[in-house]
């Protein structure tokens, strides 16, 4: 899990730290674990790093998208089978990868 994703152009690197606002614009802390590709989409999963209402180890599965100015956005996935799906797919590469190490 060494190589960072390309999405439009820029580069998403694992390991980064985010910054994302909550429903009462609290800024909260987020550890990129993984961005990878699912069905026609670009997803990324995160871990809370201290973020009230998360346990330690849950993870956090946003959608990459586009905005106007063409920079990459994290968006809420859009449905719950999409959600599944998208889950599903990062677990097989993250925990996928950890049992071939």
Do not use: H
Request: aromatic residues 10%.
């Amino acid at each position: 899990m060494d190589e960072n994703k390309i999405v439009n152009g820029q580069e998403i690197p694992e390991d980064e730290i985010v910054v994302l606002l909550d429903e009462n614009d609290k800024e909260c802390e987020f550890q990129i674990l993984l961005t990878y590709d699912y069905g026609d989409s670009i997803y990324t999963a995160l871990l809370p790093l201290g973020v009230e209402g998360f346990e330690e180890d849950e993870v956090l599965i946003m959608k990459v998208n586009e905005d106007e100015e063409g920079e990459a956005v994290l968006d809420p996935v859009d449905t719950e089978e999409e959600l599944d799906g998208a889950w599903e797919a990062f677990y097989d590469i993250y925990y996928g990868e950890e049992e071939e190490e």
